[in-house]
C-alpha cells in the first residue's frame, strides 16, 4: 500500500510537471509568435513625406490627425508610439520618403523640426527678402509686410544681413519677432563691446552708415575707404551724392537715373538732402557695420568706378574727380569698341564645317499623282 501511494504520488508529480512544461513551452511558443509577428508588422514599408506636421495633443488625438492624413496606424501603433515615447510636434524631419512603419513611429519621437537655409544677401533690401521668405516657407508676403511695418524699429537694416537656419512651419510673426531678436542681440553685443553701452537710436545711426558702405562698396577692402568719404563729406557738410542710397526698397536693383535723382523726394536722394537718409537703405554685414564705426584716415572726398579692376577710384578733389570720371568712360567706351571688334571678327571667320544644302528630291508624276488621291 505504501509503495502504491508513492507511486501515484510519483505519477501525479510527473503529471504536474509535464503540464507546467507544456503550459511554459506553450507561452514561449506564443511569445516567440508575437515577436515575430511584431517584427514583421513592423517591417512593414511605408511611403510619407520627408516633412510632416504633427499637432499638439495626446498620442491618441495625434494617431486620429495622422489617420486622417492616410497613414492608417491602429491600436498596436499607438502602443508602440507610447513605449518609445511622445511625438514630436511641429514640423519635423523624417528624412526620407520611405521606410519601415518602425522607423516611422522610432521618427515621430525622435526627429527633430525641420529646418529650411535662407540667406539675407548683404545690401538686399526688405522688400525682397520678405518676398524670398514667403516663397520658401510658402507663408503670406501680405502678412509678413504688415508684421514687419508694424514691429520693425526701422524701415530697413532691422535684420542682419547672414545665413539663418528657420523651422519650417513658422507663422508669419514668429517669423519676424525671432530675426527681430536675433538681430537685436548682435547688435547690442556689438555695440557693448565698442561702445560700453547700447543706445538703439545712436547704434541705427551707424547702420544707415554702414547700409550706404553696403551699397557703394565693390568689395570688403575698400568698405573702411568708402567709409571715410561719406564721414569726410558729413563733416564738411557736403551732400553725399550716392546713386546707392536710391536703392531702397523694391527700388533695390534698379538703375539709378537722372530722372530718379530729380523726382525722388525722399531722405534717401543725397544728392537733393545733405546728411544721412532717415532710415537705414538695406540690410547690413558686420563688416559694414566695422567700416561704419572705424572709417581709413584719408582726405577723400569722391570716388567712381574703374572700370578695369571693377573696385573704384579715390580722389580729395573734384579736379581729381573729374579726371577720373573721364578715365572711367574712355575705359567704358574702349572695351565696347573692342567687344564690337571681337564680335565682327567671330561673324566672319569661315566655317571649318560649312553646312551642306539638303537637295530637296525631285518629284515624279507617279508620286504627284499619289497625293491627289
Not at 135 to 155: C, D, G, P
Not at 251 to 261: D, E, G, L, N, R
Not at 292 to 317: C, M, N, Q, W
Request: proline share 4%.
Amino acid at each position: 500500500m505504501p509503495e502504491n501511494k508513492k507511486n501515484k504520488k510519483a505519477k501525479i508529480s510527473a503529471s504536474i510537471n509535464k503540464n507546467i512544461l507544456i503550459t511554459f513551452l506553450t507561452i514561449i511558443d506564443f511569445f516567440l509568435i508575437a515577436v515575430i509577428a511584431l517584427l514583421f508588422y513592423v517591417t512593414i514599408p511605408l511611403s510619407s513625406t520627408k516633412v510632416l506636421f504633427i499637432p499638439k495633443g495626446s498620442t491618441s488625438s495625434i494617431v486620429t490627425y495622422l489617420n486622417k492624413k492616410g497613414y492608417e496606424l491602429n491600436i498596436l501603433d499607438k502602443t508602440i508610439i507610447k513605449s518609445l515615447g511622445y511625438p514630436q510636434s511641429g514640423w519635423i524631419d523624417l528624412k526620407s520618403n520611405y521606410m519601415t512603419k518602425g522607423d516611422f513611429l522610432h521618427k515621430l519621437t525622435t526627429s527633430k523640426a525641420a529646418l529650411k537655409t535662407i540667406t539675407l544677401i548683404p545690401g538686399e533690401t526688405s522688400y525682397f527678402f520678405l518676398q524670398d521668405v514667403a516663397k520658401k516657407f510658402n507663408l503670406s508676403y501680405e502678412k509678413l509686410a504688415e508684421v514687419y511695418t508694424r514691429h520693425a524699429f526701422k524701415v530697413d537694416g532691422n535684420i542682419l544681413a547672414e545665413t539663418y537656419k528657420l523651422p519650417y512651419g513658422m507663422k508669419e510673426d514668429h517669423l519676424l519677432f525671432y530675426l527681430f531678436s536675433h538681430t537685436n542681440k548682435k547688435y547690442e553685443a556689438f555695440s557693448k563691446k565698442i561702445f560700453g553701452e547700447y543706445n538703439k537710436n545712436n547704434w541705427y545711426k551707424y547702420i544707415v552708415i554702414a547700409s550706404i558702405i553696403q551699397k557703394e562698396s565693390a568689395s570688403i577692402d575698400e568698405m573702411k575707404t568708402v567709409s571715410s568719404v561719406v564721414h569726410n563729406r558729413l563733416k564738411l557738410k557736403m551732400p553725399l551724392q550716392m546713386d546707392g542710397t536710391l536703392n531702397y526698397g523694391k527700388f533695390s536693383h534698379s538703375k539709378v537715373t537722372p530722372a530718379m535723382i530729380k523726382n525722388d523726394t525722399s531722405s534717401y536722394n543725397t544728392y537733393k538732402n545733405t546728411g544721412l537718409p532717415d532710415n537705414p537703405v538695406c540690410a547690413v554685414s558686420l563688416d559694414a557695420i566695422k567700416a561704419a564705426i572705424f572709417p581709413a584716415l584719408t582726405d577723400y572726398l569722391y570716388f567712381v568706378k574703374d572700370e578695369k579692376t571693377g573696385k573704384h577710384r579715390f580722389s580729395k578733389s573734384y579736379r581729381g574727380h573729374i579726371k577720373n570720371v573721364n578715365d572711367y568712360r574712355n575705359d567704358k567706351r574702349a572695351k565696347k569698341i573692342a567687344q564690337k571688334k571681337k564680335e565682327k571678327i567671330i561673324k566672319k571667320e569661315p566655317q571649318v564645317f560649312p553646312e551642306q544644302k539638303k537637295e530637296t528630291p525631285k518629284k515624279s508624276i507617279k508620286s504627284l499623282w499619289k497625293t491627289v488621291k
